[in-house]
Nanobody, 113 residues
Framework: QVRLEESGGGSVQPGGSLRLSCVGSGFSVSDQIMTWHRQAPDEAREWLATLAPGGATFYSDSAKGRFTVSRDDHKNTLVLQMDSLKPEDKAAYYC???????WGQGTWVTVSS
């Protein structure tokens, strides 16, 4: 069974950083197209980044320059490093196994002073 579990969310001040993790089970993260998304209250889910099996990365304009997607193959984990966080980054963050159309349960991020 394909499963995803995010962690690493929390509260941070503007300009701070957070590192989100997404542990995969039932498949190899390195073999699948993996994505990160977020959803703010009363807004549609927004795509942020994609990591392809060959290592290619793609970012939305919102994420480009501040967020970095990577993976730890030994831990079968997808990672989203988020720097220079802004109040508008407040949202629930989700990882997705695109090939299996499977989502994690999300982890909440709050950015405020």
């Amino acid at each position: 069974q394909v499963r995803l579990e995010e962690s690493g969310g929390g509260s941070v001040q503007p300009g701070g950083s957070l590192r989100l993790s997404c542990v995969g089970s039932g498949f190899s993260v390195s073999d699948q197209i993996m994505t990160w998304h977020r959803q703010a209250p009363d807004e549609a889910r927004e795509w942020l980044a994609t990591l392809a099996p060959g290592g290619a990365t793609f970012y939305s304009d919102s994420a480009k320059g501040r967020f970095t997607v990577s993976r730890d193959d030994h831990k079968n984990t997808l990672v989203l490093q988020m720097d220079s966080l802004k109040p508008e980054d407040k949202a629930a963050y989700y990882c997705q196994n695109f090939d299996a159309s499977t989502w994690g349960q999300g982890t909440w991020v709050t950015v405020s002073s």
